[in-house]
């Protein structure tokens, strides 16, 4: 058993964080967090490679990473892939570190509440809805109407109160001036070269350089500490099976679509391409 975890503090322990970021991810990267810290690693490296997610999900991420550096002195570093946006640029900042390719698409530091007013269709093939609720606003954004102008305030207010939020988070984890980081923290989009001038990341970068770099921070020999995937458990069938590339892109849509129902109406940190 020694050995076992003599092992893991030799090696740098990996959880990545791909596509949007919802409750299923939340759960497991959470529960990959736990294991990091049972296997005692002495170093961690994130991955994320996200457009962002909800509120809540990317929030309980970010305080989970920033716990566990707090609690156990593990060296945290993020890494940025291809698109690392919004929520994805949230969880990052619970690590010590951020690296990012040249090339990520990062940043889109916002919220977004969407919802869908389908009033005219509606009218068209003569479908209408009857409504009883407890309280004038009880109702808010359904789809068969338009917002009215006291309904806009209240989510407009909401919308600016997780804005906030977003903000002071990333003003605290990059030692930045509040009203520095609302200077580019308005939707926009930029490179990881543009977000190392704007001190959102630390390093230029690769995974591997990351790698080097927490094994660096936790006093390992960064020729020697190897990656050690923490990957969330397969469905048994799916060890023996590998899926066609048409079933996973089938897939890989599902889990988009079925994202995009569950956040209807909810807060998002979310980069639309």
Not at 174 to 193: C, K, P, S, W
Not at 215 to 229: T, Y
Not at 242 to 249: M, T, V
Request: charged letters at 25%.
């Amino acid at each position: 058993m020694v050995w076992f975890l003599n092992k893991f503090r030799s090696q740098v322990a990996r959880v990545e964080v791909s596509g949007p970021i919802a409750a299923p991810t939340r759960k497991w990267v959470l529960e990959a967090l736990k294991t990091v810290e049972a296997r005692k690693f002495k170093a961690l490296v994130l991955r994320v490679d996200s457009p962002g997610g909800t509120v809540t999900d990317s929030h309980e991420i970010y305080q989970a990473l920033k716990r566990l550096r707090e609690k156990t002195g593990i060296k945290t570093v993020a890494s940025f892939g291809n698109l690392a946006a919004s929520g994805g640029v949230y969880i990052g900042m619970g690590a010590e570190r951020v690296v990012t390719n040249p090339g990520t698409i990062t940043g889109s530091i916002g919220v977004i509440l969407r919802g869908n007013n389908l009033e005219r269709l509606l009218d068209k093939i003569g479908v209408s809805f009857k409504t009883v609720k407890s309280g004038p606003y009880k109702d808010i954004l359904a789809f068969d109407r338009e917002l009215t102008e006291p309904e806009t305030s209240i989510l407009q207010e909401l919308i600016d109160t997780t804005y906030t939020q977003f903000v002071e988070t990333v003003a605290e984890a990059r030692n930045l001036a509040v009203e520095t980081v609302r200077e580019f923290a308005d939707g926009r989009i930029f490179t990881g070269q543009q977000a190392l001038s704007l001190g959102l990341v630390d390093a230029l970068g690769t995974e591997d350089e990351a790698r080097c770099l927490a094994a660096e921070m936790a006093g390992l020999d960064p020729k020697r500490a190897e990656f050690c995937p923490i990957e969330p458990r397969k469905p048994f069938l799916s060890r023996f099976f590998r899926p066609s590339a048409s079933f996973s892109r089938l897939a890989a849509t599902g889990e988009w679509l079925e994202f995009e129902l569950s956040a209807n109406g909810l807060p998002l940190w979310m980069y639309h391409p």
